[in-house]
């Protein structure tokens, strides 16, 4: 195995290699970050291109982007010209004077590149017959981008999503999300089951990063929810330690309710069976009200409390929570893999009050295309590691969980900016991920 980006994370990574009795060479752009690593067995190479040429596997964890691009001599994708710059609209290899030069590489979307330091050199070149495991914080679309890249020049590529923070690398409660070439996957499932639990997500190398950043939202949510409580109750000096007990418990009993909102939003049923749209945008008023009172900034409440407001003028007072997620979704165009079945008799109802430019069906996360692409919500295995608890009362759906079942474990901050720590879930804890912020 070969390791690069030797923070917090890294470190971490090729450490549990080595304590599985993988050969492990690491490289770090800093030197002499890799002392520790060596005086355990590792091997410290001196370039990039060594620790590539030294391992089938090259394990690649860093900053971000830029810094993966930068140590491979990767592509760098260059937004394609408004169109009044140009005769023609922008084609894959043209490049920013509008000229067109053959044998460009350019993205498959039409976006241009122009070639990082040593794209031709010796980093990218050896690639070739190896794999790329990109375990580096990015987005779908970068990653998409970086495994076209890699394929071009020989190599199998595999994003991840570590939803861990770096202690917990290596014990069952580390959760890799993994996407990529199956051919990949299946060869090197073994060795990457060293750093935790690794779940493959399928042949998109952008499904890991997806649900990477699906899981960070939730989690961000959660946070910002409880320092808006704690704000609240530190208004009259109610201590932190005193109160955030009973936060836990509350959570912990709400997120059973998740599995089931999940069910109704694919299934396109969003009968309210508690508390409907209408009821919780009033009562929600009083959210706002209290902050102004207390003197604490309602910046965190005002988005939910809009949404909320949307909702019922959208005609779906009566709804549940779930129908919500529609009213978030900007470019309705971009979800071709699920679509569901719609209600047209709901669907006016649902688009009036909303943004015009979205005014199509109602349920159809799918909202340009009025049901004509439309997909049983029994027909499609979502994989969701979702936010269930399996607390008691909970239903065991098999998801990931990512609520706290020790109440007293919630994580972040500790570890730096390297870590967006989730809380503890019994011995699977599935801390959100790490992150090597500024490691090197």
């Not at 005086?39 to 370039?47: D, F, I, L, M, S």
């Not at 590149?113 to 190896?130: E, Q």
């Not at 580096?136 to 991840?160: C, F, I, K, V």
């Not at 990477?212 to 330690?241: C, H, K, N, W």
Request: one cysteine or more; charged letters at 20%.
């Amino acid at each position: 195995m070969t390791v690069i980006g030797l923070g917090a994370m890294g470190k971490a990574l090729a450490g549990a290699f080595l304590d599985n009795g993988h050969p492990t060479t690491v490289w770090n752009r800093t030197a002499g970050k890799g002392r520790e690593l060596a005086g355990r067995g590792a091997t410290e190479a001196a370039t990039a291109a060594e620790a590539i040429a030294a391992s089938p596997v090259v394990v690649v964890c860093v900053l971000d982007y830029d810094a993966v691009r930068e140590v491979l001599g990767a592509p760098v994708p260059v937004p394609a010209p408004a169109a009044s710059g140009l005769t023609n609209p922008a084609e894959p290899g043209d490049v920013l004077d509008g000229s067109r030069t053959p044998g460009t590489p350019g993205t498959p979307d039409g976006s241009l590149t122009s070639d990082g330091p040593g794209a031709p050199g010796a980093v990218a070149g050896l690639l070739a017959g190896r794999t790329l495991v990109n375990l580096t914080n990015g987005t779908p679309r970068q990653a998409r981008e970086l495994a076209r890249w890699a394929s071009e020049r020989g190599a199998g590529y595999l994003d991840g999503g570590i939803m861990a923070v770096p202690p917990m690398i290596g014990s069952p409660g580390s959760l890799v999300l993994c996407s990529g070439s199956p051919g990949a996957f299946a060869a090197h499932e073994g060795t990457l089951s060293a750093l935790g639990t690794v779940d493959y997500l399928g042949e998109d190398a952008g499904r890991a990063s997806l649900y990477d950043i699906a899981l960070l939202s939730a989690m961000y949510g959660m946070f910002g929810g409880f320092l808006q409580a704690v704000a609240i109750t530190g208004s009259e000096r109610i201590p932190a330690t005193e109160f955030t007990p009973l936060v836990v418990s509350w959570l912990n009993a709400m997120l059973t309710s998740l599995p089931a909102m999940a069910k109704a939003y694919d299934a396109n049923d969003h009968s309210a069976t508690a508390s409907n749209l209408e009821m919780q945008a009033t009562g929600f008023v009083n959210l706002l009200e209290t902050g102004r009172e207390q003197g604490v900034s309602t910046e965190l409440l005002e988005p939910m409390g809009a949404l909320l407001a949307r909702g019922v003028a959208a005609n779906r007072g009566d709804a549940d929570l779930s129908a919500l997620i529609d009213l978030l979704r900007t470019d309705p165009a971009q979800d071709t893999d699920l679509a569901r079945d719609t209600d047209p008799g709901r669907g006016a109802d649902f688009a009036e009050g909303s943004d015009p430019a979205r005014a199509t069906d109602a349920g159809s996360r799918d909202t340009g295309s009025h049901g004509a692409e439309s997909h049983s919500a029994e027909s499609r295995d979502t994989g969701l590691h979702g936010l269930g608890s399996h607390g008691a009362g909970s239903r065991d759906t098999g998801l990931h969980g990512l609520g706290s079942h020790d109440t007293g474990s919630h994580d972040l901050g500790s570890h730096g900016a390297e870590s967006h720590g989730l809380g503890s879930h019994d011995a699977r804890s599935h801390d959100a991920r790490s992150h090597d912020l500024g490691s090197e």
